[in-house]
């Protein structure tokens, strides 16, 4: 489904934001890069603000044309401020656009169409679209850089797909770290009594202050790696002599 969500780019004038709007798709799943008519593709400064997104761009088509980037789509989003004097429906929530546009992208291929840095879509290119769609902001200062429009559609395009029934996705969880065995735990118990005698913390045995801080660790559960790092600060400390 996201496969067949298109990201098209309408005469990008610095080869950067090509990059930095790949990098952009790719956190969220898209890889669909279609760019008309670029002022200078290919670039060094697009693969470099890639940043691990350099497929997206060597992989990306330029044509000459907004209808021939969007010619096999059944539903294209211009991204732009309303224009009410243009009939076209209109999202006021990009999350409306991205549920629509998801439920389409099911069976067809979709665009998101986004313009230049400068002046973004032209009246005659946002008549090429089936839709509009704003992003809301801060009236008073509402501009957003090219990557971080198609960054903020983009999520909400990955939201979208996210939460519907049936979506395979399956968020990266990290490799769960081994817990310590009963019998290392009590060796760490045994050399921080140690430590605590021999620094004068303790003058005599406190059970209640060793249950206490035994209570302590058994909350926090160290890992191996963790409890291992403890034992290496008591040997630390234990080597430590007054004048050293």
Not at 227 to 239: I, T, V
């Amino acid at each position: 489904m996201l496969a067949n969500i298109r990201i098209v780019l309408v005469q990008t004038y610095h080869p950067g934001n090509i990059g930095a709007s790949a990098r952009a798709m790719k956190t969220m799943g898209l890889t669909d890069l279609v760019l008309v008519t670029p002022r200078q593709f290919p670039d060094p400064e697009a693969s470099r603000l890639a940043a691990g997104a350099e497929d997206l761009v060597a992989n990306a088509r330029v044509v000459g044309s907004l209808e021939e980037a969007v010619a096999d789509c059944v539903q294209v989003v211009g991204a732009s401020a309303r224009l009410r004097s243009l009939p076209l429906p209109h999202f006021d929530e990009p999350a409306d656009m991205a549920q629509t546009l998801v439920g389409n992208a099911a069976e067809d291929p979709v665009a998101l169409v986004f313009g230049r840095e400068r002046f973004g879509l032209t009246n005659d290119e946002i008549r090429r679209c089936s839709h509009q769609v704003s992003i809301p902001a801060n009236p008073d200062y509402g501009i957003l850089n090219l990557s971080q429009a198609v960054q903020v559609l983009a999520y909400e395009v990955f939201k979208a797909w996210r939460l519907r029934p049936g979506s395979d996705y399956r968020p990266a969880r990290p490799t769960p770290e081994r817990q310590p065995t009963r019998e290392q735990l009590d060796h760490f118990h045994a050399h921080l009594a140690r430590v605590m005698q021999a620094s004068g913390f303790l003058t005599q045995p406190h059970a209640r202050t060793e249950s206490q801080l035994q209570a302590l660790f058994a909350r926090a559960q160290p890992s191996r790696k963790e409890l291992s790092l403890l034992r290496g600060l008591l040997s630390a400390l234990e080597d430590t002599r007054p004048g050293d």
